[in-house]
């Protein structure tokens, strides 16, 4: 199924769901109309299965970086 979708053989629909629902909530979509677009009957399956905050781990992740770094980062004059 998914590698005839072409995003190979490695993922399954269950992955691709959760995928699916992070992305919209990470796009800024409601989750009340997440909900709807994958067939849960309320917002707690979505909210808390489905539904991975994207965005604050990949900033705290560069953030971190960025201060691991920041000294390795200066050019000397």
């Not at 990470?26 to 808390?48: A, Y």
């Amino acid at each position: 199924m998914t590698d005839a979708a072409g995003v190979g053989t490695r993922w399954c629909p269950r992955e691709l769901r959760h995928t699916f629902v992070s992305l919209m909530s990470d796009s800024g979509v409601h989750v009340e109309k997440i909900t709807d677009l994958v067939g849960h009957r309320t917002t707690v399956v979505t909210e808390t299965v489905y539904r991975h905050q994207l965005r604050p781990a990949v900033e705290n992740g560069a953030e971190r970086m960025q201060d691991i770094f920041a000294d390795a980062l200066v050019v000397p004059a």
